[in-house]
């Protein structure tokens, strides 16, 4: 039996170049970069109670790990959605995750520790990868040889 070139792209995947790799990693960032920004920006909006209501998970003071989460939602957001020191930005990042699921959500049942992982799971497997060429890193590495 003969298997047509489509059908076995079909079937096992069309070769990745880096730049369609480059390509996914980008859509990746600003898909879970925007769904990450979603927490921050509700935590920015109830600004004015959330710091005195905030859990103080490691006992830093609630105004303080209010500050933090919301570095990590939203500045380190951006990084991470342009690749600008893309590592360095999911460091705070997979630290909140890490916080949510490990120590806030310690006791709760799976459902509720889900989507604390998933974020978890996303931004190690990105920090692994590596936010590819099409990046602000990619520029500036470039720039700088």
């Given at each position: 039996m003969v298997i047509t070139e489509k059908f076995k792209?079909?079937?096992?995947g069309m070769p990745q170049s880096s730049s369609v790799r480059s390509v996914l990693l980008l859509l990746v960032r600003i898909i879970f970069g925007l769904m990450f920004l979603s927490h921050g920006i509700g935590k920015w909006i109830a600004f004015?109670?959330?710091?005195?209501?905030?859990?103080?998970?490691l006992h830093i003071g609630g105004a303080l790990s209010f500050?933090?989460?919301?570095f990590a939602e939203v500045?380190?957001?951006?990084?991470?959605?342009?690749?600008a020191l893309y590592r360095l930005c999911l460091i705070p990042m997979i630290f909140t995750m890490l916080?949510?699921?490990l120590v806030v959500h310690s006791g709760d049942p799976f459902a509720t520790k889900e989507l604390a992982l998933m974020y978890l799971t996303i931004f190690v497997l990105m920090f692994i990868s590596g936010p590819g060429i099409f990046s602000m890193d990619a520029v500036?590495?470039?720039?700088?040889?």
């Amino acid at each position: 039996m003969v298997i047509t070139e489509k059908f076995k792209s079909l079937l096992f995947g069309m070769p990745q170049s880096s730049s369609v790799r480059s390509v996914l990693l980008l859509l990746v960032r600003i898909i879970f970069g925007l769904m990450f920004l979603s927490h921050g920006i509700g935590k920015w909006i109830a600004f004015s109670d959330s710091p005195n209501t905030f859990p103080d998970p490691l006992h830093i003071g609630g105004a303080l790990s209010f500050w933090l989460a919301l570095f990590a939602e939203v500045v380190c957001t951006f990084g991470f959605m342009l690749g600008a020191l893309y590592r360095l930005c999911l460091i705070p990042m997979i630290f909140t995750m890490l916080v949510a699921v490990l120590v806030v959500h310690s006791g709760d049942p799976f459902a509720t520790k889900e989507l604390a992982l998933m974020y978890l799971t996303i931004f190690v497997l990105m920090f692994i990868s590596g936010p590819g060429i099409f990046s602000m890193d990619a520029v500036l590495k470039g720039f700088f040889k």
